[in-house]
């Protein structure tokens, strides 16, 4: 079985391609998580007046 | 126009239920092919004669470069639906498949400039076709978002959109299948009439890394999607609450249409 990152065959561009990719799927799920956020913050101003009216 | 947020269309009732649906299973799912194929890569596949370890990169970017171009084409199927039936929905799903496959060419386009400096000495290579045809098709699809949200009637802008999606489409087959008939000396084949030489555990390696990053894209994408109309139907609710504050009912009155204010409603 091989080590897992053998730094002296390349292993650092291989780290490397492999990081940039994780990276660029957390930078893009952390910015729908964002845009998920501010919608739940606006449904709660939304439903803020409908939970204060009397039933 | 079509109104995604409308409670009387049945098809926005569907979609309502629809974008969401089955998304933490497919995550589930996506996450352990994802395990699978980086296990396979570094554990199982064997160390190529040639390059060695740096090798190991093809793994990752070929998978995402086929999904990203799969996806541009997909894109415009998507797009030619929208402009065949004029359901707003295809648009969007054209506009999430192109903006996910624009992600993913970013990471070809690093991590294959990584893969040549390792195995050619340089970050790029200009004489190279096939790099400069992703470069291309890349360039191409970064003009989507200017000419998107360039045009601010929603249905034109939909449209523009489609026939974009639809031209630019067409246009990714062709160029790489002219770039293939060029015959490149430098770029590795990996994929010819004769299986591509590679043997069967790279092989293997490849299809379950290449399974795992379609299904990285359907989910991201059906995520995507699902906040987008999300944001949508939100937006709708605070116009038929603005409207329905300036007739006095506190949360009745109609619904607007996504894009177009209610008559009488506060601007």
């Known amino acids: 079985m091989l080590p ?9 561009y291989v780290a490397g391609a492999f990081i940039v990719f994780v990276v660029l799927i957390l930078v893009y799920v952390a910015i729908i998580g964002a845009k998920i956020a501010r919608i739940e913050r606006e449904l709660a101003e939304l439903s803020e007046p409908v939970e204060r009216r009397p039933s | 126009m079509t109104s995604l947020a409308s409670t009387s269309d049945p098809s926005a009732a569907k979609v309502r239920r629809g974008f969401g649906r089955g998304l933490v299973p497919l995550s589930a799912v996506t996450l352990v092919a994802m395990a699978a194929a ?5 554990f199982y596949a064997p160390l190529d004669a040639d390059q060695g370890f740096v090798q190991k990169i093809f793994y990752l970017h070929v998978p995402m470069a086929l999904v990203a171009l799969v996806g541009f084409i997909a894109a415009g199927v998507m797009g030619f639906a ?7 929905r295809w648009d969007l799903r054209s506009y999430v498949a192109i903006h996910i496959s624009t ?26 076709p096939m790099l400069v045809a992703f470069l291309i098709v890349f360039l191409l699809y970064a003009v989507y978002p200017m000419l998107r949200f360039s045009i601010e009637d929603p249905g034109r802008q939909a449209r523009s959109a489609s026939v974009f999606a639809v031209a630019a489409g067409a246009f990714v087959p062709l160029n790489f299948a002219a770039v293939r008939s060029a015959q490149s000396l430098t770029h590795p084949q990996v994929f010819s009439t004769t299986g591509g030489g590679m043997p069967g555990e790279m092989f293997a390696t490849f299809l379950v890394g290449l399974v795992a990053m379609a299904l990285l894209f359907v989910t991201l994408w059906k995520l995507e999607l699902t906040a987008k109309h999300a944001a949508e139907q939100l937006r709708a609710v605070r116009r038929r609450i603005e ?25």
């Open chain 1, 4 to 12: 897992a990152l053998p730094l002296g065959q390349g292993g650092a």
């Open chain 2, 38 to 42: 980086l296990g396979m890569v570094f």
């Open chain 2, 82 to 88: 929208h402009l065949r039936s004029g359901d707003r």
């Open chain 2, 103 to 128: 992600i993913l060419a970013v990471g070809v386009l690093a991590t294959g400039s990584i893969w040549a400096r390792a195995s050619w000495g340089h970050w790029w290579v200009w004489s190279e």
């Open chain 2, 243 to 267: 409207a329905a504050a300036d007739d006095g009912d506190p949360v009745g009155g109609p619904v607007a249409e996504p894009g177009r204010p209610l008559a009488g409603a506060a601007s």
